[in-house]
């Protein structure tokens, strides 16, 4: 069982930025995948960017250019630092890890982007 802690949300104007954080209760060097996803209400849940083991990334579309994740390895997290917001990147965000071929998730951070 691995526990995520997401912090990092809240509300920002547009263009402005933040910086979302995943700490997971086991190492991050045991987990083969991390990522941060998002849902709108009425919508699917979202890839926005994930990173491996190895540290490759992907970033969504919509995310390029923007966003970047990232991993602290000393503080044992994963980061998701967020330029340039938009009111469409509003969403609750969640962490997910994959650990010994099962997905766990947080329970999410809230991004609210709104003059």
């Known amino acids: 069982q691995v526990q995520l802690v997401e912090s990092g949300g809240g509300l920002v104007q547009p263009g402005g930025s933040l910086r979302l954080s995943c700490a997971p209760s086991?190492?991050?060097?045991?987990?083969?995948?991390m990522g941060w996803y998002r849902q709108t209400p009425g919508k699917e849940r979202e890839l926005v960017a994930g990173?491996?083991?190895?540290?490759?990334?992907k970033h969504a579309d919509s995310a390029k250019g923007r966003f970047t994740i990232s991993r602290d390895n000393a503080k044992n997290t994963v980061l998701l630092q967020m330029n340039t917001l938009k009111p469409e990147d509003t969403a609750l965000y969640y962490c997910?890890?994959?650990?010994?071929?099962?997905?766990?998730w947080g329970r999410g951070t809230q991004v609210t982007v709104s003059s």
């Open positions: 997910s890890v994959v650990y010994r071929g099962v997905d766990y």
């Open positions: 086991v190492t991050i060097f045991s987990i083969n995948r």
């Open positions: 990173i491996t083991s190895s540290g490759s990334t």
